[in-house]
């Protein structure tokens, strides 16, 4: 079946139930707060990486799983993802600050040449980051 959605949700369809909605999204608003309550005002809005659920099947994901689109990563998740990819590698022949030895694996077979090989991948991957970064 052809896509009905031609407005707020052009393109959007459940990945899971296939349901065509209404779905559940998490959108900025403003608002006026009060000590006792608030109200909202204006317009709202939501990117292709806010969460967005199907009431009939309860699916979730983001809007761009929704749209068959990948999510842009904004620069915060991409620095975390390499911060993440450098703290997931091993130790070895290495000793803490307590002076206690670390190996969680064996030295690799290149031994220091792997290390020297991760270490400029990463170096690489860090400048083009701030790069992407520095244009944001």
Not at 23 to 42: K, L, P, Q, R
Not at 52 to 60: N, V
Not at 74 to 81: A, C, D, L, V
Not at 89 to 102: I, M, V
Request: charged residues 25%; contains cysteine; hydrophobic residues 30%.
């Amino acid at each position: 079946m052809e896509n009905p959605n031609t407005n707020c949700l052009e393109g959007m369809q459940c990945p899971n139930c296939e349901s065509f909605g209404p779905f559940n999204i998490a959108a900025e608003v403003m608002c006026v707060v009060h000590d006792d309550g608030s109200e909202t005002f204006g317009d709202h809005c939501w990117t292709s990486e806010s969460y967005c659920q199907c009431p009939q099947c309860g699916y979730e994901a983001t809007v761009a799983k929704f749209s068959g689109e990948t999510a842009a990563l904004s620069s915060e998740k991409k620095m975390r993802r390499f911060v993440e990819s450098i703290a997931a590698l091993s130790l070895w022949d290495w000793d803490d600050d307590q002076g206690q030895p670390k190996n969680e694996c064996e030295e690799p077979d290149d031994g220091y040449l792997d290390s020297h090989q991760a270490l400029m991948n990463y170096v690489e991957a860090a400048r083009l980051l701030l790069k992407e970064i520095d244009n944001v």
